[in-house]
């Protein structure tokens, strides 16, 4: 008896699934930025990045640092990661650039690597470089408190 309401609730996730990509292709799908949602997005001429010295305030605790510098020609993928070539352990103190935190280095089960961890090779995913750009989304958040940073 179980095996026909499992397979009704399937096939019923299935047509919903289905339909409901069937509309949002049919609907002119808007994005928040300038180019469409399906291509990559380039800095246009007018991005001015913020270009702040040294470590940047914290919103909120366990915030991932941001980034106090321009990435714009960055290669960042599955064969290049330059971020690696000044913030890695193994460079970060010849080239004065802050070393990546331990647990960049620790695999999903806390074992401890040699180098970074497949779970955190892409920098960008969590840090964001800070920049002058209007905002997307109207925000009024206000920390609560003063956040100290590390």
Not at 5 to 22: K, R
Not at 37 to 56: Q, S
Not at 94 to 102: G, H, I, N, V, Y
Request: charged share 25%.
């Amino acid at each position: 008896m179980k095996k026909p309401v499992l397979a009704g609730i399937a096939a019923l996730a299935l047509i919903t699934g289905i339909g409901g990509f069937a509309i949002a292709q049919q609907q002119d799908v808007k994005a928040m930025r300038s180019d469409p949602v399906d291509e990559l997005n380039r800095l246009g001429p007018d991005f001015k990045w913020e270009g702040k010295e040294g470590r940047m305030q914290r919103n909120y605790r366990q915030q991932p640092p941001l980034i106090p510098h321009s990435i714009a020609q960055y290669q960042i993928d599955i064969r290049t990661n330059q971020c690696l070539s000044c913030h890695d352990w193994t460079k970060a103190g010849e080239r004065s650039a802050p070393t990546l935190s331990m647990t960049h280095y620790l695999d999903r089960d806390g074992n401890e690597l040699d180098h970074i961890a497949g779970t955190r090779y892409f920098c960008n995913q969590c840090h964001v470089p800070q920049a002058d750009v209007p905002a997307l989304v109207d925000n009024r958040f206000e920390p609560s408190s003063p956040i100290q940073t590390r």
